[in-house]
């Protein structure tokens, strides 16, 4: 038990160090976007259509609050490292979460093990 225990707890400092190397953060997904104008004799009405684009959108909520934004090419690299830094961070916060459930749950364990002993002694 001991034993898993320091592994645990080397794995949340490994997981905090990881957390410290994240940049900027951005929520959200980045989508593609193809558009037809109003235009009839536009190419994105001929057969076939030769829709305007690609224009890159982001889209997520946060504190119920959904929101959208369109991302001008220039910042698209920028905006998209922002977005894997803020997947990352998730993920990262769920291994940590499911670490420290484990750790807490072994020192319980050994907890009431250490004091069952000291009664009985």
Request: glycine share 6%.
């Amino acid at each position: 038990m001991k034993s898993r225990i320091a592994v645990l707890q080397r794995r949340i400092e490994r997981i905090k160090r990881k957390l410290l190397e994240l940049g900027d953060l951005r929520p959200g997904t980045l989508s593609e976007q193809y558009n037809v104008c109003g235009n009839p004799r536009c190419r994105c009405k001929d057969t076939p259509p030769q829709k305007h684009g690609p224009y890159y959108q982001l889209s997520w909520s946060r504190e119920g609050k959904s929101t959208t934004r369109f991302i001008r090419s220039p910042s698209l690299a920028a905006v998209q490292a922002q977005v894997r830094n803020y997947h990352e961070l998730r993920k990262l916060v769920d291994e940590w979460i499911d670490a420290s459930l484990e750790l807490c749950d072994l020192q319980l364990r050994r907890d009431r093990q250490d004091g069952s002993a000291t009664q009985q002694g």
